[in-house]
């Protein structure tokens, strides 16, 4: 179970196009999901967390005009990648909690897709 | 205010010998502190959680921790080392009560030597 899934796992695109990333909780329902960036050799950088239903909550230093995130479901948040430029090349992963759990301990447990190669060339 | 601190960013074992991969943390509130592992161009898979319940918590794979709130500490350790064990490794910590943002650490390469 607490299965998330991403699409693409991989995509490759001209500077200045925009791409969609969707992120997908297969077995559980998601009021909050998270979305990451992650350069080569680093940790995990949060961009952002959406919220089903409201508008996405930016960290500091993310432009929100950017990277536009839609979590229209319970089920499925939308990153995408707006005008992309090759410094936007990364490795994006998101991350969903089991709205199930929610008020136990148990509901800080984030289940992570298996990430999304971004290459702007 | 939460930070997580692991003090190696590489750490190399032979096949067979233990692993430690040191992890400590700092929070104001209580915390919930994770491990996952990331293989080369893969998403994250926990390995094991402490969420307020036994101190020793055990995992997948053979791996556990111990949350030692006197140290502020959650080392994963491992009694034997498998080739499979080589990828990178990031403990996480969030304040318990959910609702929270994590915070990662660095992450550990760990490599294992035939």
């Known amino acids: 179970g607490a299965v998330v899934s991403q699409h693409p796992s991989w995509v490759i695109c001209k500077s200045g196009t925009s791409v969609k990333i969707e992120c997908r909780s297969l077995?559980?329902?998601?009021?909050?999901m998270f979305w990451y960036r992650q350069f080569p050799k680093q940790s995990l950088m949060l961009m952002a967390t959406s919220n089903e239903g409201s508008k996405a909550t930016y960290e500091q230093g993310v432009e929100k005009d950017k990277f536009l995130i839609n979590h229209a479901s319970l089920t499925l948040s939308t990153l995408t990648v707006t005008s992309a430029h090759p410094e936007d090349s990364s490795f994006y992963i998101c991350?969903?909690?089991?709205?199930?759990?929610?008020?136990?301990?148990?509901?800080?447990?984030?289940?992570f897709g298996p990430g999304t190669r971004l290459t702007v060339l | 205010a939460q930070s997580v601190t692991q003090l190696d960013s590489h750490v190399s074992v032979s096949e067979g010998t233990p692993v430690l991969l040191r992890c400590n943390y700092s929070s104001s509130y209580s915390p919930s502190l994770f491990w996952y592992v990331q293989h080369p161009n893969k998403g994250l898979q926990l390995l094991l959680k402490?969420?307020?319940?036994?101190?020793l918590v055990k995992g997948i794979n053979g791996f556990e921790a111990e949350f030692k709130k006197s140290e502020t500490s959650f080392h994963l350790t491992k009694p034997s080392a498998h080739m499979s064990d080589a990828a990178e490794y990031f403990c996480v910590v969030t304040p318990s009560g959910g609702y929270q943002k994590v915070t990662f650490g660095t992450g550990t390469k760990l490599q294992v030597i035939p």
């Open positions: 402490y969420t307020s319940a036994a101190t």
């Open positions: 077995d559980f329902q998601a009021t909050t």
């Open positions: 991350s969903a909690r089991d709205r199930l759990t929610s008020g136990s301990p148990s509901y800080n447990e984030q289940f």
